[in-house]
């Protein structure tokens, strides 16, 4: 007898959990400003499939850890990523360390919006004690947008310092995913940073960034708007730290950049 699908292919199902995940991440991270209704309706759509999804993981056994890292490296080839010259034309025609000044601070924005939308939605969750269990999916798709936006300012950061990684597409997304994990840039020297991204420590760390990710935005769980407060901070905070760090990275694996100007100093 032959083995059924789920059989033949384990898994697959709970990597892509739904078929508009990659899409309404894709929305929510294209270059561009997003009305607030907006980007809550495309928050509260993407809660409710990862939602599917993680029920499916959970019946089957699987952590969600490992869950969310399937989720994440099957939506990564998605995300928008812009080369130099669209970069740019997207900044009014900014180059150098202040593109890349305008990219973090845009990230930051971004990372911001999504954790005060997201602290929002669970502090009014955590206000009706009834609907409390639907808190977590949205904590969980903030999770992942975040992430997104932050992957993405990342990929960028490579493109605005000269640091190219090659590949397919499907394997510059996983490489700059495991650069994420790791809040590191991609040493383009090193073949391993493309062709070994899948491997088991690069899962893990994946795993390990994720939950901590996720971690933070549970501390966005209180009554009023505390919770929209403290979700807009953190956000903003971490990936203003991650923007320094690949930053100051990228400039060692290409030394022969122009030092910073003195208008590089992001706002606090």
């Known amino acids: 007898m032959a083995a059924s699908e789920k059989d033949q292919e384990p898994g697959k199902e709970l990597a892509d959990p739904d078929s508009e995940v990659g899409e309404l991440v894709g929305k ?5 400003e997003l009305e607030p209704a907006e980007r809550r309706k495309l928050l509260g759509r993407l809660a409710r499939s990862l939602s599917t999804g993680a029920r499916k993981a959970k019946e089957s056994g699987i952590g969600r850890g490992r869950w969310l890292a399937d989720v994440f490296l099957n939506i990564a080839p998605r995300i928008p990523i812009r080369d130099l010259h669209t970069l740019s034309e997207h900044h ?26 997201g602290g929002a939605l669970a502090a009014a969750e955590f206000a009706a004690p009834p609907l ?23 990929a ?11 590949g397919s597409g499907t394997q510059r997304a996983i490489a700059f995913t495991s650069a ?26 994946l795993r ?24 807009g901070a953190l956000n ?27 208008r590089t100093e992001l706002s606090p």
Not at 208 to 231: I, K, Q, S
């Open 28 to 32: 929510l991270t294209t270059p561009g």
């Open 180 to 205: 994420w994990s790791k809040q590191r840039g991609i040493d383009p020297l090193a073949p391993a940073s493309v062709t070994l991204a899948l491997g088991a420590a690069t899962k893990t760390a």
């Open 208 to 231: 390990n960034r994720l939950m901590r990710t996720l971690g933070r935005h549970l501390t966005t769980l209180g009554p009023f708007l505390t919770g929209a407060v403290a979700g």
């Open 236 to 262: 903003r905070a971490a990936t203003k730290r991650l923007g320094e760090a690949i930053r100051n990275d990228l400039r060692l694996k290409r030394p022969n950049l122009p030092p910073p100007s003195p």
């Open 156 to 166: 960028e950061l490579h493109e605005v310092y000269g640091v190219r990684v090659e």
């Open 92 to 117: 009014h025609g900014l180059t150098g360390e202040q593109l890349a000044d305008d990219l973090v601070r845009t990230a930051q924005k971004a990372t911001m919006s999504v954790g005060a939308i």
């Open 132 to 154: 409390l269990l639907s808190a977590p999916a949205q904590l969980v798709a903030e999770t992942i947008v975040v992430a997104a936006i932050e992957v993405k300012l990342l």
